[in-house]
């Protein structure tokens, strides 16, 4: 009975590891596509939150460019942009300097737009031999995803063959529902809970890159790496977060129920 169920447990971790890779491999695990784009993304929650003083003074320097774009000012401006740990071209910021005179946009606008235009498109991943593997595997199991669904079809077969028992079958799957459930809303609540309760706040970074001195202040770290995490959560995952929740809450109460009506049948049979 022991090693059964240590068996049903270590199933059931495997088929949590497998879907919880199978949800996030498109977003969270696709390094690729996360690295696409991470400069321009990155730089805006940075500027989002921020502080609003910082805000209207980093936008303040962009416009400063505006005013000298046919003078020496834009020239120096251009230089200190490049100061920092990312290089930002200024190149394009004529017609955008446009729009934000004539009101088109606004300041989070305005910055969002530069960044867009100032950051590549395209920034490769560093060469490394450990990363260089690992985006070769995750390459290959996000063009062959019949993989996973292979190996979790195995997987539930095992667990029920381990079972052995249709109702007992139904509650680990209830189970390992829960735990999914879990796995994906409890990181979500808990960066949510701390930016309600501590906020996240990218002031000190955002003055830093400005300055071309990158300056690592703990909390703003932090505070970049819980919005890098929260921007893994789609609609979809927070959406199949809440149907694995609610199906494994229905099985607790479900197992509950027969548990409860299994000791008052073994007391029915006592008292005869």
């Given at each position: 009975m022991a090693f059964k169920n240590f068996s049903i447990s270590i199933t059931k971790s495997l088929i949590v590891l497998v879907l919880a890779t199978?949800?996030?491999?498109?977003?969270?695990?696709?390094l690729p596509a996360l690295f696409k784009g991470f400069f321009r993304d990155i730089f805006r929650d940075i500027f989002q939150y921020s502080s609003p003083e910082m805000q209207k003074e980093v936008v303040g320097k962009l416009t400063?460019?505006?005013?000298?774009?046919?003078?020496?000012?834009?020239?120096?401006?251009?230089?200190?942009?490049?100061?920092?740990?990312?290089a930002l071209d200024l190149s394009k910021i004529g017609g955008l300097c446009k729009d934000y005179s004539s009101g088109k946009v606004n300041d989070k606008?305005?910055?969002?737009?530069?960044?867009?235009s100032a950051v590549p498109d395209k920034l490769e991943l560093p060469k490394a031999g450990a990363l260089e593997k690992y985006n070769?595997?995750?390459?290959?199991?996000?063009?062959?995803?019949?993989?996973?669904?292979?190996?979790?079809?195995?997987?539930?077969?095992l667990l029920y063959l381990l079972a052995r028992n249709f109702k007992l079958f139904?509650?680990?799957?209830?189970?390992?529902?829960?735990?999914?459930?879990?796995?994906?809303?409890?990181?979500?609540a808990a960066i949510t809970a701390y930016d309600k309760f501590v906020g996240i706040d990218t002031t000190p970074l955002l003055a830093s890159i400005l300055g071309g001195n990158l300056h690592f202040d703990p909390k703003a770290i932090i505070s970049?790496?819980?919005?890098?995490?929260?921007?893994?959560?789609?609609?979809?995952?927070?959406?199949?977060?809440?149907?694995?929740?609610?199906?494994?809450?229905?099985?607790?109460?479900?197992?509950?129920?027969?548990?409860?009506?299994?000791?008052?049948a073994e007391a029915k049979s006592d008292k005869k």
């Amino acid at each position: 009975m022991a090693f059964k169920n240590f068996s049903i447990s270590i199933t059931k971790s495997l088929i949590v590891l497998v879907l919880a890779t199978l949800i996030f491999s498109t977003v969270a695990l696709d390094l690729p596509a996360l690295f696409k784009g991470f400069f321009r993304d990155i730089f805006r929650d940075i500027f989002q939150y921020s502080s609003p003083e910082m805000q209207k003074e980093v936008v303040g320097k962009l416009t400063a460019a505006c005013s000298g774009l046919d003078e020496k000012g834009f020239n120096a401006l251009q230089q200190e942009m490049t100061k920092g740990p990312v290089a930002l071209d200024l190149s394009k910021i004529g017609g955008l300097c446009k729009d934000y005179s004539s009101g088109k946009v606004n300041d989070k606008e305005f910055f969002f737009s530069v960044i867009g235009s100032a950051v590549p498109d395209k920034l490769e991943l560093p060469k490394a031999g450990a990363l260089e593997k690992y985006n070769s595997l995750m390459d290959f199991l996000n063009r062959n995803k019949g993989v996973y669904f292979a190996v979790l079809a195995a997987l539930f077969i095992l667990l029920y063959l381990l079972a052995r028992n249709f109702k007992l079958f139904i509650i680990t799957l209830t189970g390992i529902s829960f735990s999914m459930g879990i796995l994906i809303l409890l990181p979500y609540a808990a960066i949510t809970a701390y930016d309600k309760f501590v906020g996240i706040d990218t002031t000190p970074l955002l003055a830093s890159i400005l300055g071309g001195n990158l300056h690592f202040d703990p909390k703003a770290i932090i505070s970049v790496i819980l919005l890098l995490i929260l921007r893994t959560y789609s609609s979809l995952i927070i959406a199949l977060g809440v149907i694995f929740l609610s199906i494994g809450v229905a099985g607790k109460v479900y197992s509950w129920r027969l548990r409860r009506q299994s000791k008052k049948a073994e007391a029915k049979s006592d008292k005869k």
